[in-house]
Structures are given as structure tokens and as C-alpha cells.
């Protein structure tokens, strides 16, 4: 690569790394928690509003129901959060719910799995992005009107930040991310503390509004079916749970036991904030509606379009510390940040599975290759791209993204959860150790609570988000598992072809005789370079093959052969319509039909162009025959490059490239010279 483009490749994502580096770039617990768990983490400053907003349409009367819905919220997450803990114990390699999936249930249960957290990811970039922007777009009218633009921005960044490797990328998150739960437990215990100790009233924004219900006086199954609706929607703070458990190999050794407390803190930290938001909603009187335009009444006057409805996390900082101040803003800025952030859960998700997937040919093999910085550059770089289109598709709605979300994530719970009582079942058939036993039926027992729970819970998403938007991501997984098999279908078959046989085959006989064709257009030194290669090939024939197009240049050309006394036989192919590929594509296969046994050799004569745009000049005719003889069996394609003075200068610039250091590299010294420096004593 020329330093034109080298340098700001540099500057966007750093120096290159060894890959003797990888070990440098694993993270500790304080780094891993942000960097896996910011998605569930930054769910409550969603996950509440979305409760209230299902629970107002059959008005503010069925709000008492939220604290309820609060506590099967809390007990699934504490479910799952059990259960993961056993996987990241039993499979520490980092395939999470595919490898459980896979292994315990099969291929086609481990790829269903692997479409559902792929959805997922991509889902999580696009509605985390897209409820950042809304959130900001609050304080800055330019992002409302160019909504879409701006959240494709913020995807560029993220991915630009990610390219840069996974511990620099966690680096940077990790403050915001930590503002975020320390001023959301800041507002908990100070919302607490003026409720309980102080007796103090605490009204949010919206507490004198009235919501005019869609359905008032819902009752029996329609209560019921409101009810859980409002669970599901709720559900969506345990989106990022299993992405710990796909990443532990991103973990520093003991990678196990540091990701099973990672997922501990974090479900902790999660149920704790989402619970204390619900609690400060119900006590400072938050309203919420769907449509807030309609169905929010100030003195009997519905607020009308021009209202803008904020999230019950910032209504709730409002009548804990006061609009304005310090403490506020704070977390708003932080809240705004974090959920831009929550995407990085997905940005270490989907390239670590999607390179899992890679190495058991499910995907492209280029997403099994680490880039300059060692993360997975290719699977980063599609996450954005698919992340991107979604939100381009979708106008950046969070609203009507949403209803997409979290069906993946519990198809891909239940059957992973399913996987393990499977596994346990497997190992408590051969082990005998009364110890281990007992250990594995208990793990069993967590396994099978979580596996019911959460196909219950999948059971009322798919029910109650169906016609909501749903189906789509459903689709998704569809075309995303049809497109695998598709793959690793096409990686199966072209194995089996290459397969070297233990036997002798055509492939390893010697062929009979080798005949040598070298392509002539006129004399100049690429013909001579390519004819005296031939020579040295030393093939049972050779001949010099030229096509008819214009008689005059094939008459000069004759007659110059001839002049020059060149000793190898010239033949002429005719071309009444002047193509050239196709008179020497019929030739080459007429010499194999008569002796199938024999090799037919093509040598082509190129020149070698220094820029890019000199390739638009030349070599055409030479990049067609190559392309169509490929395909042709039992025709070899040889090319023989003659380098012109624009390639030399362009050799020159690549030496230089390679001799070229960063500013400040020669006074820092190579990477190894500055450890055996720093480790050596001081006098």
C-alpha cells in the first residue's frame, strides 16, 4: 500500500499490530464490563419507558401493575444471568449459546442460534444508535432533521473506534459507561433518600397530565394479554446477557471465573437500576403514552403534536435533582452517551461469533482473519454495513425498531439453556465422583428453570410483538440460516473435490505431452520475453498463436516473423467478426479433444504498469482470455510480465514505504528493544 493511503489508515485505527500481541490485548473485569455489558446495562434508560407506554393504553390505573412486572423482569434476568454462568464454566472457548446449541443439539439447532444472535447484534447497533440520537436530538434540533444521517455518523465512529482493537475501544468506553451507573444509583439513593427520610414530594414533568386510555376498563384475557405485552417490552433489559458468554475468550486468564463475575456484576448492576427507575416513575407520578399527542390531557386539552415526549429515566433525574441542574445534566449527557456505546456490546458480539461461524465454514473464511489491530475487521465492518441499511430502512425510529428487538436474543436463550440440561444429562451418565454430581444437578436444575422460563417468555414475545414488527426480524433469521447452510454447503462440496486422493489419479499422472501456446499480437520485448520462457519450458510443441482481425497488421506481422527468422512456428487463427477470445478459447479446446491426455500450455505476454489508472490501458484482452481459459480444464494459463519503466518507479516508492517509520518510532525504538530496556537494571 502507498503512503498516500497508509497514513491516514494509521491515523484512523493505529499502528499494526504482532500477533505475539493478542495476549496484550485481552481485558481485565474492570474493561470487560463495559465493553460486554453496556447493552443490558444501558437498556434501563428504555426498558421502564416501554413498560409504562404498553400499560397506558388502558390508562394510569394500570400502572399499578408495573412494580409486578418489575419482579418477573427481575427474576428472568437472575435466571439467565444463573444459567450463563454454567455456560461460560462448560464452554470457556468462546461459542456460547452456538457451541451449547451445537453441540448438545445438533447442527441445525446451533445454526438456528447462530441466525438469532446475529439478528440480534445487528438489531442492537441500530436501536441503541437510534434512541441516542433521539435522546440528543432533544437538546439539538440539527440531529431531529437529519436523523438518519446522523445515526449512520455515529455507526462510522463506532466502527472506526472498534477497527482500532478491542482493549483501546473498551478503554474509551468505559468511562461514560461508568458515569452512567454511578449517576443512575446517585439518582436512586438520593430519589430514596428525600421519599423516605425526608418526606419530601418529588412531582416529574408530566405528573399533572391525564392519560386518556385506548381500552379502558380492560379485564380477563384482554388484561392478561396487556400484561404481558408489557412484560415482553420490558424483557428488552436483558438484551446483551449471552454476549459475555461468546466472549471469554476476550477475557484475561482465569477467563472462566472472571466472566462469570463479570455477569454477575452486570446482572446485578441491571436489575438494581431497573428496578429503582420503576420505583422513582411510580413515586414521582411519570405519565406516558404511545401516542402523546392524543392521548395526554393538560386541563382537558390534549398537548397536540409539537409535544415531545421525554424518557422516564430523564423525567425521573427531573423531580429527583431538578431540572437544570448539575447533577441532571449530567446524567442526561451520560445517558445520551452510553446508549451510542451500548452498541459496542455488538461490536465485540458479532465479529467474535461470526469468526466462530467462519472457522465451521458457516460464513466467508475473510471473517476468520484478524486485522492490523487484531480484532476481526471483516465481521466489524459488516455489523456497520448491516446496522446502517436497518437504520437507513427504518428512518432511525427506535419506536418502530424496537418491536423487532428481542426476539432473537430468546430463541437463542431457550434452546442454549436446552443444550445445557442436555449436556449435564451426558456427563452425569459416565461420572461417579458423588461431588461432581451433585454440582452438575444442581447446574441442571438452574439449566432447566432457565430453559422453561425463557421459551415461556419467547412463547409471549412471538404472541404479543408478531404483527408488531416481529415477523421481520423472523425473516432475518430465515434468510440469514439459509444463507449459511448455503455456504457451508459450497465449502463442503469444493472440499470434497480437492480432496487428494490416497491413490494415483489424473490429477497426479504425468501428462503424455505438454503443448505450449504463446499468444502473439506483434513484435515487441514482451513477445520475445514470453517466447524465450517457452523455449526453457522445453514442451513437446510450441507454437506462437495470433488472430486475424485487421489483415493488414497480420500481414506485416507475417512478414516481420519471417524477416527476424524467429524458429518457432507462427499460426493464424481466423476472426470474420474481429473477436479475439473466442477464436483461441475453440483452438485451445480443439488440441485437448484430440489428445485429452495432453497439457495445453497458454503463455501470455503482459506489461507490468506502475498507477492504477495505466492498468485501464492496457492488458484488457490478456484479463479476458485469463478469466475464460480458467475455466476450461486441462488448460494451463502462464503470464510473463514485462515491467515497464512506470513499475520500477513504482517498486521504488513501495521500498521506501517499507523503510518509512512513524514520527517518533526511531526515537521510541522497535517494541522489543523498549521491554528488554525497561526490564533492565538501573544503575
Known amino acids: 500500500m502507498s503512503k498516500l493511503t497508509d497514513v491516514p489508515k494509521r491515523i484512523l485505527i493505529g499502528r499494526a499490530l504482532r500477533s505475539d500481541r493478542l495476549g496484550e490485548t485481552l481485558l481485565p473485569k474492570r474493561i470487560a464490563l463495559p465493553v460486554f455489558a453496556s447493552d443490558p446495562l444501558s437498556s434501563v434508560a428504555y426498558a421502564p419507558g416501554e413498560v409504562l407506554l404498553v400499560l397506558s393504553i388502558a390508562g394510569v390505573t394500570a400502572y399499578h401493575f408495573s412494580p409486578w ?10 435466571t439467565v444471568v444463573a444459567s450463563y454462568r454454567q455456560n461460560v464454566h462448560a464452554y470457556p472457548s468462546g461459542g456460547g449459546d452456538y457451541e451449547v446449541a451445537n453441540t448438545n443439539l445438533g447442527p441445525k439447532a446451533g445454526l438456528t442460534v ?13 436501536v441503541s444508535i437510534s434512541s441516542g440520537i433521539e435522546n440528543l436530538g432533544s437538546a439539538i434540533p440539527f440531529v431531529v432533521e437529519h436523523k438518519v444521517l446522523c445515526a449512520i455518523g455515529v455507526i462510522v465512529l463506532l466502527t472506526l473506534m472498534n477497527l482500532r482493537g478491542v482493549k483501546e475501544s473498551g478503554s474509551l468506553f468505559a468511562i461514560p459507561t461508568y458515569v452512567f451507573v454511578a449517576g443512575v444509583f446517585t439518582m436512586i439513593a438520593w430519589g ?6 425526608l418526606d419530601d414530594t418529588m412531582r416529574a414533568p408530566t405528573a399533572d397530565y391525564v392519560i386518556k386510555p385506548e381500552h379502558q376498563g380492560l379485564a380477563g384475557f384482554a388484561l392478561v394479554f396487556l400484561l404481558l405485552r408489557a412484560f415482553s417490552s ?6 446483551g446477557v449471552e454476549a459475555i458468554s461468546n466472549g471469554v475468550p476476550a477475557f484475561r486468564k482465569p477467563k472462566s471465573k472472571n466472566a462469570a463475575t463479570t455477569l454477575a456484576m452486570m446482572g446485578l448492576l441491571a436489575v438494581t437500576m431497573f428496578c429503582g427507575i420503576i420505583g422513582l416513575a411510580m413515586a414521582s407520578d411519570v405519565r406516558m403514552a404511545e401516542n402523546p399527542a392524543k392521548d395526554l390531557v393538560h386541563n382537558g386539552v390534549p398537548l397536540g403534536p409539537d409535544y415531545v415526549q421525554n424518557p422516564v429515566i430523564s423525567q425521573v433525574a427531573e423531580a429527583v435533582f431538578g431540572k437544570g441542574s448539575f447533577l441532571f445534566i449530567i446524567l442526561a449527557a451520560a445517558t445520551a452517551l452510553v446508549l451510542f456505546l451500548a452498541a459496542n456490546t455488538a461490536y465485540n458480539g458479532f465479529p467474535l461469533l461470526g469468526s466462530i461461524l467462519a472457522q465451521d465454514r458457516y460464513l466467508p473464511r475473510q471473517l476468520h482473519t484478524r486485522g492490523d489491530r487484531l480484532a476481526f475487521s471483516n465481521g466489524i465492518v459488516l455489523l456497520a454495513g448491516a446496522a446502517a441499511l436497518l437504520v437507513w430502512i427504518y428512518g432511525a425510529d427506535s419506536t418502530r425498531l424496537i418491536q423487532l428487538y428481542i426476539v432473537g436474543v430468546f430463541v437463542s436463550f431457550t434452546l442454549s439453556q436446552t443444550g445445557m440440561v442436555r449436556h449435564w444429562n451426558r456427563h452425569l451418565a459416565t461420572e461417579k465422583d458423588q461431588a461432581k454430581r451433585r454440582h452438575m444437578i444442581r447446574s441442571r436444575a438452574i439449566n432447566t428453570f432457565g430453559a422453561f422460563f425463557t421459551g415461556l417468555v419467547l412463547v409471549v414475545v412471538l404472541v404479543t410483538k408478531f404483527t408488531h414488527g416481529a415477523w421481520v426480524a423472523l425473516l432475518g433469521m430465515v434468510i440469514f440460516y439459509a444463507t449459511m447452510t448455503a455456504i457451508r454447503k459450497h465449502y463442503d462440496r469444493v472440499a470434497e473435490e480437492i480432496a487428494a486422493p490416497e491413490g494415483p489419479s489424473d490429477d497426479s499422472v504425468r501428462p503424455s505431452r505438454v503443448h505450449s501456446v504463446v499468444l502473439i499480437s506483434k513484435i515487441h520485448r514482451p513477445t520475445l520475453r514470453a517466447l524465450a520462457y517457452a523455449k526453457l519450458m522445453r514442451s513437446d510443441t510450441l507454437e506462437a498463436l495470433s488472430v486475424n482481425v485487421d489483415p493488414a497488421e497480420t500481414k506485416a506481422l507475417q512478414e516481420e516473423w519471417n524477416r527476424r527468422g524467429i524458429d518457432v512456428p507462427l499460426k493464424v487463427l481466423d476472426s470474420p467478426y474481429r473477436e479475439i477470445t473466442r477464436p483461441i478459447i475453440e483452438y485451445v479446446k480443439s488440441l485437448r479433444k484430440e489428445s485429452p491426455r495432453d497439457a495445453v500450455s ?14 485501464l490501458l492496457h492488458n484488457q484482452s490478456a484479463l479476458r482470455l485469463k478469466g475464460r481459459l480458467l475455466f476450461t480444464p486441462g488448460i494451463m494459463v502462464t ?5 515497464l519503466q512506470s513499475s520500477e518507479a513504482a517498486k521504488r516508492r513501495a521500498r521506501r514505504q517499507q523503510e518509512w517509520n512513524a514520527p517518533g518510532s526511531v526515537r521510541r525504538g522497535p517494541a522489543q528493544e523498549r521491554t528488554r530496556e525497561s526490564s533492565e537494571p538501573t544503575s
Request: hydrophobic share 60%; net charge negative; aromatic share 12%.
Open 602 to 615: 497458454v503463455i501470455i505476454p503482459e506489461y507490468v504498469v506502475g498507477h492504477w489508472y495505466e492498468h
Open 192 to 197: 430514596a433518600f428525600r421519599g423516605l427520610i
Open 639 to 643: 503470464s510473463v510480465p514485462y515491467q
Open 234 to 239: 420490558g424483557c428488552a433489559a436483558l438484551t
Open 69 to 78: 412486572i418489575a419482579v418477573a423482569v427481575v427474576v428472568l434476568m437472575f
Open 114 to 126: 447462530a441466525s438469532a444472535l446475529l439478528v440480534d447484534y445487528v438489531l442492537t447497533v441500530a
